[in-house]
């Protein structure tokens, strides 16, 4: 099992990065993200991997950090995500604005990725609705999962229904979540629809 890859770059594609390990080069394939990040041709690099064998082939996929190796990792479980998919995922959204998305159940972000319509946008939503608090963020309750919107523990209808209004005001659903989330966080559980709507606001503010 090939973990790490350490080395020199020796040249990169629209997907995909060659390291040369002690004269032996490695294909990696690898998100957009992550060849964003890479060196120069030439200077030293160091990508964490993970290595997919089946009957005819074997592939490596390359990862600047953890937390998308770990993405890609989560995004696979899910039935019709294959790696092809989990790094066009990754090269529309970062981790950040992966689990953003899935908090607050928004298709439309998903849909960014090529290979990802809406039918697989809402198999991965709800697949791994229950699985982002590992990544950092609130799982959506019974509650509000089914509307489409994720509230954190507190005032959860008043959460629902700030994100509501924000989205009506032309803000993206996901913008909306991530802004109101973070000041009922701050504002605590007294916090009404309208304290949080103006903080919404000026959280999402230029």
Same mark, same amino acid.
């Given at each position: ?140 309750? $019974?509650? /509000? %999962?089914?509307?489409?919107? !994720?509230?954190?523990? &507190? @005032?959860?209808?008043? #959460?629902? +229904?700030?994100?509501? *209004? ?9 913008? $909306?979540? /991530? %802004?109101?989330?973070?000041? !009922?966080?701050?504002? &605590? @559980?007294?916090?009404? #629809?309208? +304290?949080?709507?103006? *903080? ?7």
């Amino acid at each position: 099992m090939i973990a790490k890859l350490t080395g020199l770059l020796d040249s990169t594609g629209l997907d995909w990065a060659i390291v040369d390990v002690g004269g032996v080069g490695y294909l990696v394939s690898a998100s957009a993200r992550t060849l964003r990040r890479l060196a120069a041709p030439g200077e030293a690099v160091s990508l964490l991997t993970e290595m997919w064998v089946s009957e005819d082939n074997i592939q490596l996929f390359g990862f600047a950090d953890a937390e998308e190796r770990d993405w890609f990792r989560l995004l696979t479980t899910v039935q019709g995500v294959g790696a092809r998919v989990a790094l066009n995922l990754l090269s529309a959204l970062s981790p950040a604005e992966l689990t953003n998305s899935i908090a607050a159940q928004d298709r439309t972000s998903l849909c960014q990725a090529d290979g990802v319509g809406p039918k697989l946008a809402a198999r991965i939503l709800n697949e791994l609705k229950e699985k982002v608090a590992s990544f950092g963020a609130p799982a959506p309750s $019974a509650a /509000t %999962a089914g509307k489409g919107t !994720a509230a954190p523990a &507190g @005032p959860a209808g008043a #959460v629902a +229904d700030a994100v509501s *209004a924000l989205v009506n005001l032309g803000y993206k659903r996901v913008e $909306a979540f /991530t %802004a109101v989330n973070a000041v !009922a966080q701050r504002l &605590g @559980p007294e916090a009404g #629809v309208s +304290d949080l709507i103006r *903080a919404g606001l000026k959280e999402l503010s230029p």
